[in-house]
């Protein structure tokens, strides 16, 4: 597509409830990173993927946060035993991470709409 | 880590006003980026601007990448133009960055008719 989609845009669940979002970055783009963002914050980085690898997994909150990109494109962050802090706006972002002839910069991130979860 | 720092945190306008926001940050940067967030949360790119001025209808920006700081500018500001504005920067080094950014806080913006 166009741009980066992430599914489901809103998602309720109960405490101790295990959760899955997709995101689908941009055709092409090689690297791509999930970000929180929690009412009244900027969002805070995550994990990061160059191709099909997490380089950078650093900002994962527990290991209850685990995220996969089998196949170097669509990414699944996987939450287990979710909690009621575990709500916010979970947001995907794609960047080029080549050079491309394109009009805008391989550095530049884009990010899709969000999921919106929220833990009862 | 690097720190992001935005101001004004608020900023109230009648439309038509032109107003500037700023953006600190603490460190050499490889990437920065304002958005506009909008009321459904859809985070849109303003600027990628690690670096001197660019500008795009109404709004305009420039970084001062040596003393640290960018800036944006809204003139003739419309009541779309209400969200939240956020500079984000990543101080990765070199072409192989790999973009991690670091969000300020954000400024938000209010446009009355």
């Known amino acids: 597509g166009a741009g980066v989609s992430q599914t489901p845009s809103n998602k309720v669940t109960e405490k101790g409830k295990y959760v899955e979002l997709r995101c689908d970055p941009i055709?092409?783009?090689?690297?791509l990173y999930w970000y929180r963002q929690s009412l009244g914050q900027g969002p805070e980085f995550l994990i990061y993927?160059?191709?099909?690898?997490?380089?950078?997994d650093s900002g994962l909150p527990n290991d209850r946060f685990f995220a996969v990109r089998p196949e170097g494109s669509v990414s699944t962050l996987k939450i287990q035993r979710t909690e009621r802090g575990d709500s916010a706006v979970y947001l995907c972002?794609?960047?080029?991470?080549?050079?491309?002839?394109?009009?805008?910069?391989?550095?530049?991130?884009?990010f899709g709409p969000g999921t919106r979860l929220t833990v009862l | 880590g690097i720190q992001v720092e935005q101001s004004p945190p608020d900023l109230i306008l009648q439309e038509g006003a032109n107003s500037t926001l700023r953006c600190n940050f603490s460190?050499?940067?490889?990437?920065l980026q304002w958005f506009h967030q909008n009321p459904w949360g859809q985070l849109i790119n303003l600027f990628y601007?690690?670096?001197g001025t660019k500008q795009n209808g109404r709004l305009s920006a420039t970084t001062v990448a040596t003393e640290r700081y960018s800036l944006l500018y809204i003139s003739s500001s419309q009541t779309t133009d209400s969200g939240v504005y956020f500079c984000?920067?990543?101080?990765?080094?070199?072409?192989?960055?790999?973009?991690?950014?670091?969000f300020g806080q954000g400024t938000i913006l209010t446009v009355h008719p």
């Open positions: 972002a794609s960047r080029a991470g080549v050079r491309t002839s394109g009009g805008s910069s391989y550095n530049e991130q884009f």
């Open positions: 055709s092409g783009h090689t690297a």
């Open positions: 993927f160059q191709g099909t690898g997490a380089a950078d």
């Open positions: 460190d050499s940067v490889n990437n």
């Open positions: 601007i690690p670096s």
């Open positions: 984000a920067v990543d101080s990765g080094g070199g072409g192989t960055s790999y973009g991690k950014l670091t």
